[in-house]
């Protein structure tokens, strides 16, 4: 796996605040790779070094095997990027700002293309400002995929819009990179992460506290995952006696909850349901709760994340 | 060149759907010879000699007017707002310069800008039957110096000033004055020697004086300090609006 960005010991303070300390990571060609962690954790300061709208104050950073201070044409031509905060004018129609836009790479994609790819063709003649925010939102992933780049930056991509725009830009973001592009993006939702993510480093004031899978990350933690649900009646010994090891059984009146610790080869709930099943025992009301990265920061962090 | 032509002419939409420019720079220079040319159509203006001269010297106070106007507000207005908007931040990823983006807000003034006071010299020619004297490739030349000389004061403010309001507020108190002392509202024949002292700080002063004078038919040689002033202004004008350019 080639690595399309190289990160090792990027350190930047403002005045006497440190927004990133330290960070290492590497991303590889067609990753989805995210970076997740509360507002002011130093996502955005970090992409936007690697994006050469920041100046590190020390620390190597490779960008597409450029440094991003030195050579930002480069960076400029081959990569997309969707920023936090920027704007169009208010009354730039829709398939205006895309033409102009094309017009400043020597190759761009069809724009016509990515309209229709992007669900926006309905739209192509609006003013930007009269665009819902996952309008707006699409029009900027469509902007930053016209140079046809290889590396797409995401910054925030779903702050502030509901959650059915937000899944429609997920699946967007999956398709992009089944064309081969590798996405780096920052998210203050850990849902986002887990979901969208191949590899996520968890950020906390500056620093990553954890980077891996979102799999590895919840199974290595050892958090538990729980099924509750209600018996008619009592729940029989036989019950119990069956389930594998490494569960631990708790009954409140008629509430039954099962424990595990992870690292299954059998879901829990699937071996509890099965198991109910064949013992014939009617049951109602049963609910799992899986174990998920905001479990995760909380216990590397031991604080809930902030919105 | 691509990019500067679809620039331009987006840029050009842009402007034409904001009312606001759209009046000051097309409109606004033909009304104001309207309003005048009611007020004081029949009295001569001390130093011409008859009523369609005195009309006739308004046509290049007012083309003063609009570029003073126009090198002021809209060129301010569009760049501080593009920077605090975060317009500019959007295009400072793709590969578009900063030249690029400067040039094509400066034709597009530019042609808004010459609409404006051709539409004035129509105006002037059907209504008021002014004659014009001058030779129009000369007096073409001048409009084009003095508009572009002038166009870099709104990139410098846009620039330097901290936010989009100041920089508005710090041009409109740096363009009425001018307005009113440079001659391009009020005549200078009939200022105060006290007034006229202050006019001459005006760079403004220097744009009225250089179309006036061409307008008359005098020629560039009778008018080497206008030149040389707005020349300073000109180069001074293109390399600090480079210097001061701030994508945020």
New interface residues.
Partial sequence: MDAIVQVQGLHKTYGATVAVEDISFTVGEGEIFGMVGPNGAGKTTTIECL?G?RKPDRGMVRVLGVDPQHDS?TL??RTG?Q?Q?????D??KVW?AL???A???PKPVNWRELLVQLGLEEKRNTAFSKLSGGQKQRL?IA?ALL?DPQLVFLDELTTGLDPQARHTIWDLVREIRSHGKTILLTTHFMEEAEKLCDRVAILDHGKIVALDTPANLISSLGVEERVTFSVDGTLPPAFTAALSTGTRVEVQGDRVTIHTVNTRQVPLVSEVVNLLGSQQISFHDLRTEQPNLEDVFLSLTGREMRE | MKSLLKMTWVEAKLFLREPASAFFTLIFPLLMLLIFGAIYGANPVPGTDSTEAAIGALIPAFTGMSIGIVGLMPVTITMATYRENGILRRLRTTPASPLMIMAAQVVVVFVMTALGVLLLMIAGKLVYHVQFTGNALSLAAGFTFCSLSFFGTGFVLAGTMPTARTAQIVAMVLMYPMLILSGAGWPRELMPAAVLKISNFLPLTYVVNLLRGLWFGESWGQHLLDVGVLAVMLIAGVLISLKTFRWE
Avoid: H, K
């Fill in positions: 994006e709208l044409q400029r031509l990027m920023l905060q920027s704007n169009l004018p009354r730039i205006e033409d102009l836009y017009s400043f790479y900027f902007l140079p």
